[in-house]
């Protein structure tokens, strides 16, 4: 089954077993409230399930503990890891709301019929989301997600269809 990362593990806090978590999902409250499972993958070896026991939010990152974990030394080898979620734990998105695993990957096409290559990555620099279209031959294209540029996403055609706005293809 596929897994997202949903956060990353940089340090220990306390000595009740906390960790310290720098969130890397758009749904922290959803991802790390009591009672969530995650999963822990650290370098060789198995992923591990853990259950979120309590949790709370201390400046840009989220205090954790795991039912089972109740001390710092049961949760010293943690540091490192990477937090996921499975597949069937996605939320449900709004319309014309996209994973960027939905996205990448996806045939770019104008609003004339002309292939412009595909999403390499998606960049979230600011008001809204930046789409990184690979091009054969020339230098990457840059097009805001926005209901101007971005007119159509079929998922299941696998392709995209965007209208450039003058000036964005000599950026």
Same mark, same amino acid.
């Given at each position: ?5 949903? =956060?990353? #593990? ?13 969130? +890397? ?9 009591? *009672? ?8 060789? $070896? ?8 309590? $949790?709370? $939010? ?32 996605? +939320? ?18 104008? &609003? +004339? ?12 620099? *600011?008001?809204? &989301?930046?789409?990184? #279209? =690979?091009?054969?031959? $020339?230098? &990457? ?12 996403? &079929? ?17």
């Amino acid at each position: 089954m596929e897994t997202y990362n949903v =956060g990353k #593990i940089v340090n220990t806090h306390g000595i009740k077993g906390e960790v310290r978590v720098l969130s +890397t999902t758009d749904f922290p409250e959803e991802r790390f409230k009591i *009672g969530s499972k995650l999963y822990l993958y650290q370098e060789n $070896q198995k992923p591990q399930l853990l259950i979120v026991a309590s $949790q709370r $939010q201390h400046k840009n990152f989220y205090l954790l503990s795991f039912e089972g974990y109740p001390t710092i030394e049961s949760v010293e080898a943690f540091k490192g890891a990477t937090l996921k979620i499975r597949e069937d734990q996605l +939320t449900e998105l709004s319309e014309n709301e996209y994973y960027v695993h939905e996205i990448v990957g996806l045939d770019v096409f104008d &609003d +004339t019929g002309r292939e412009l290559g595909k999403v390499k990555e998606v960049l979230s620099p *600011g008001a809204n &989301d930046v789409w990184v #279209i =690979g091009r054969a031959n $020339q230098k &990457d294209l840059l097009l805001p997600y926005i209901e101007e540029v971005v007119l159509q996403v &079929d998922l299941e055609a696998g392709k995209v269809i965007v209208h450039l706005l003058e000036g964005l293809e000599e950026l």
